[in-house]
């Protein structure tokens, strides 16, 4: 072969281990993209797909007190803001829960699964206590007069309120929240 096309020949494939490195290399990098990529479109579907209403963090100030002025809940019932410096009890509640107790469960990784009847639901009450029963810790259900809906669900900067009873919309709304820590620094 003559020397121009021996040249054009080397230009086009490298010769040997060089080569070889190359095509290893681009390989690599065109898997690494490919999965980021993957990685990326999951990562936003599952955000994407994440029940309830984004809502924006208030902070997670302590308070000494329940009447100690501070910046008013962005939600009812909130989801994030000043709160006390201890939490309530897990699981059923028959009274109210005062909304600075409420949000340091929030903020311990707890969910609220609260309800307001108009007239007496005995048969709503019953339906969500078996529900919050079936976890030991981090969710409580209680009472919260005065709500716009007959239920609503809060986690940390999260809320879903609803009118009819939907056991598995709360089932995936505790799964998705239960046990996510938002302390911060």
Same mark, same amino acid.
Not at 105 to 114: A, F, I, K, Y
Not at 144 to 163: E, H, V
């Given at each position: 072969?003559?020397?121009?096309? *021996?040249?054009?020949?080397?230009? =086009?494939?490298? /010769?040997?281990? !060089?080569?070889?490195?190359?095509?290893?290399?681009?390989?690599?990098? +065109?898997? *690494?993209?490919?999965?980021?990529?993957?990685?990326?479109?999951?990562?936003?579907? /599952?955000?994407?797909?994440?029940?309830?209403?984004?809502?924006?963090?208030?902070?997670? *100030?302590?308070?000494?007190?329940?009447?100690?002025?501070?910046? #008013?809940?962005?939600? !009812?019932?909130? +989801?994030?803001?000043?709160?006390?410096?201890? $939490?309530?009890?897990?699981?059923?509640? +028959?009274? #109210?829960?005062?909304?600075?107790?409420?949000?340091?469960?929030?903020?311990?990784?707890?969910?609220?699964?609260?309800?307001?009847?108009?007239?007496?639901?005995?048969?709503?009450?019953?339906?969500?206590?078996?529900?919050?029963?079936?976890?030991? +810790?981090?969710? $409580?259900? *209680? #009472?919260?007069?005065?709500?716009?809906?007959?239920?609503?669900?809060?986690?940390?900067?999260?809320?879903?309120?609803?009118?009819?009873?939907?056991?598995?919309?709360?089932?995936?709304? =505790?799964?998705?929240?239960?046990? $996510?820590?938002?302390?911060?620094?």
């Amino acid at each position: 072969m003559d020397r121009k096309k *021996a040249d054009k020949v080397e230009k =086009i494939r490298p /010769a040997g281990r !060089e080569g070889h490195r190359r095509r290893l290399w681009a390989t690599g990098l +065109t898997v *690494a993209v490919v999965v980021a990529a993957l990685v990326g479109y999951w990562a936003y579907r /599952a955000a994407a797909d994440l029940p309830g209403v984004k809502l924006p963090d208030l902070g997670n *100030a302590h308070i000494q007190m329940a009447t100690d002025p501070h910046v #008013p809940y962005n939600s !009812e019932p909130p +989801t994030s803001g000043p709160h006390l410096p201890y $939490i309530a009890p897990w699981g059923i509640h +028959t009274a #109210p829960i005062v909304k600075e107790l409420q949000v340091h469960n929030l903020e311990d990784g707890g969910v609220m699964v609260q309800y307001h009847c108009v007239t007496p639901c005995p048969d709503l009450v019953a339906k969500l206590t078996e529900i919050v029963r079936r976890y030991e +810790t981090q969710v $409580i259900l *209680a #009472p919260y007069p005065g709500m716009r809906t007959r239920i609503a669900l809060t986690a940390w900067a999260r809320l879903d309120a609803f009118d009819d009873l939907d056991e598995v919309r709360i089932v995936r709304f =505790i799964r998705a929240y239960r046990g $996510i820590d938002h302390h911060k620094g």
